[in-house]
């Protein structure tokens, strides 16, 4: 008996041990997790030094919004899983601020880690580097290798320098697709392509494979429209002739024959790059310029830009004081019904935010940013709707075209009573596409065979492993062709021109902003800044300032941010490796993506209004 009393005594004391022990820890934990959301608290806004240059060095690819959620992002760059994006919002307001501040004494730009970007939205960040350049403070360019988009911001600056063993890379644009037919046909599955309109090409790669006849000659148009803004802007801003960079690209390799292949010889020959110089030598030059930082990791003195603007933000200087405010909602991603995360468009949480804007009354107009190539025909009628009720509130609304706003991405531009695009804004595809997979082929491969009875003449009529009945194919093509007379009404409706008129401009044809401007399918030629003023004018304000309308983040998340803050500060974002598997991946993106939004699509009646219309 007194054995198992002291066995049972030793017992609660270990567990009252270990109880102690678990508290104690959790007591660290607490202490931890404090520690770290006060240093995030403390440590993530940095101070605007005395006297420093504005290092404008994006990572990743520049986007209109962060995909995905906040939380979820976070979590994935801490573990170097995420894909790096910068922000163009960021880019420019700080490139617009340092201009007026008199402790940003230059500019510069360290483009080796830029991504993918629009010609669109380089316009936007060239222009505020410009508007930067009017205030008599330097900019310059470093780097070791310039590609196309990275070449063109490099081209706004007043000296661009480059490493001995670099070079710039110009091909022009490009837009090619993967086409799936043969393929398919081997694999005995066939895809049952829906369209209205002539030039719709979204469903293409599934039919075809070579690019058609009407695809080529639209896309001749709009590529030849880029290039040419490309070939205009980076010209004039190098002050070269104005066939420059076509020759460059045209006689590269003829020039680097000459030059023994040294691509940095030949860019120094034609313009294109000022010096070619060391990293040592180009640091050196950065600390005559901006001053010397005192620290060998980093030699001059600077203030990275998303530093730049979060410290303006602290002090209140980002966005001027006024009661009466600008709402800015970003509309980015294809168009999904349901919520979704940034990145995407769904018709629920963007509804929820045009809601907002429209029942607070601090928000006399609003902007709607548009970055999409369309999605979801009912869910780009439920933002549609959204849109007009905000309108008939008695609040202006003026969209903003980015990059591309095609197809359903022009669906929901249309209540707007100003719409603004850039030149090189990629719009219109206005037309119908409806999918639909056949696997009874493959599955017949197989020896798999299905059969059975139904009550109607429309049973089975859509099940993908017997194939599409003649009357589910007229039902999906009756559909389509609805759906287009509602597009073309919406058009004729919004843009003041008759149908015959509107059925015109449509048949699914893709245009460049700057003919859209001129067929009347948008309003004015501008940016985001211009379509802020221009919604401040229709609501009859002096002075505003601008709001973001974004979903507000909880406690949890907004804590979990935090300690992400702090943990980017001790554990530095990784870099992708790239290396010599990045054309497969390429190429495996390609297919990936091809089949990716036929999964992810929703629309309750499988008809969408979307381009493909991203060009390489």
């Not at 709607?368 to 849109?387: C, H, K, M, N, Y």
């Amino acid at each position: 008996m007194i054995i198992v009393k002291t066995i049972g005594r030793l017992v609660r004391f270990l567990l009252s041990t270990l109880d102690g022990m678990r508290r104690v820890l959790h007591f660290i934990l607490l202490l931890l997790i404090f520690s770290l959301i006060i240093a995030g608290l403390a440590g993530d806004i940095k101070l605007v030094p005395a006297s420093a240059a504005l290092r404008i060095a994006p990572f990743g690819n520049i986007v209109e919004q962060y995909q995905g959620d906040a939380v979820d992002r976070a979590l994935d760059e801490i573990l170097g899983e995420a894909e790096p994006q910068a922000l163009l919002q960021h880019l420019v307001e700080a490139l617009e601020k340092a201009a007026d501040d008199p402790r940003i004494s230059s500019v510069v730009l360290e483009l080796n880690r830029m991504g993918g970007a629009g010609l669109s939205n380089l316009q936007t960040i060239g222009r505020a580097i410009d508007r930067f350049r009017e205030s008599g403070k330097p900019v310059i360019a470093i780097g070791d290798y310039y590609s196309q988009g990275q070449y063109y911001l490099a081209s706004r600056a007043d000296e661009i320098y480059m490493h001995r063993l670099g070079g710039v890379f110009i091909d022009g644009f490009g837009y090619y697709r993967l086409y799936m037919k043969e393929a398919l046909d081997k694999l005995k599955f066939n895809m049952h392509v829906f369209r209205a309109g002539k030039y719709k090409s979204y469903g293409a790669p599934y039919e075809r494979n070579d690019m058609s006849a009407e695809e080529k000659e639209q896309s001749t148009e709009w590529l030849g429209d880029l290039w040419a803004a490309y070939q205009r802007d980076v010209t004039t801003a190098r002050d070269l002739n104005a066939q420059a960079v076509s020759d460059y690209a045209n006689n590269f390799i003829s020039e680097l024959r000459v030059e023994q292949g040294n691509m940095a010889e030949v860019a120094v020959n034609s313009g294109l790059v000022d010096e070619l110089l060391s990293h040592e030598e180009m640091m050196d030059r950065l600390i005559d310029i901006a001053g010397s930082n005192g620290d060998d990791y980093k030699a001059y003195s600077y203030i990275d830009y998303d530093d730049y603007v979060a410290a303006l933000s602290a002090e209140g200087t980002l966005i001027p004081d006024s009661a009466d405010k600008v709402g800015v909602i970003v509309a980015s991603g294809s168009i999904f019904s349901g919520r979704q995360p940034p990145g995407k468009i769904g018709a629920d949480s963007l509804g929820r935010l045009i809601r907002d804007a429209r029942e607070d009354d601090s928000i006399k107009a609003v902007v709607l940013r548009i970055d999409s190539p369309g999605g979801s025909t009912f869910a780009s009628e439920v933002i549609f709707q959204e849109l007009v009720s905000l309108r008939d509130a008695g609040k202006p609304l003026v969209v903003s075209m980015g990059d591309v706003a095609a197809s359903g991405g022009y669906w929901i531009a249309l209540p707007a009573d100003k719409i603004w695009a850039n030149p090189t804004t990629i719009t219109g595809s206005i037309g119908v596409i409806a999918m639909f997979p056949n696997f009874e082929g493959s599955l017949n491969a197989l020896g798999l065979n299905v059969d059975g009875i139904g009550t109607t003449s429309l049973s089975g009529q859509f099940n993908p492993a017997t194939g599409l009945g003649e009357q589910g194919s007229d039902l999906i093509q009756l559909s389509v062709d609805f759906s287009y007379r509602e597009f073309l009404q919406k058009v004729s409706d919004n843009r003041d021109m008759s149908m015959s008129e509107a059925d015109e401009l449509a048949q699914g044809r893709v245009w460049s902003g700057i003919d859209a401007y001129n067929l009347g399918l948008v309003d004015e030629l501008g940016d985001l800044a211009q379509a802020l003023d221009s919604a401040a004018e229709l609501a009859g304000l002096d002075e505003y300032s601008v709001q973001y309308i974004e979903r507000e983040l909880s406690l949890e998340e907004s804590l979990v941010l935090r300690l992400y803050g702090a943990v980017q500060a001790v554990v530095p974002a990784r870099a992708g490796s790239g290396g010599w598997s990045e054309p497969f991946k390429q190429v495996a993106a390609t297919v990936q993506k091809n089949f990716e939004n036929l999964a992810n699509f929703n629309d309750p009646r499988g008809m969408y209004y979307y381009c493909f219309c991203e060009k390489q």
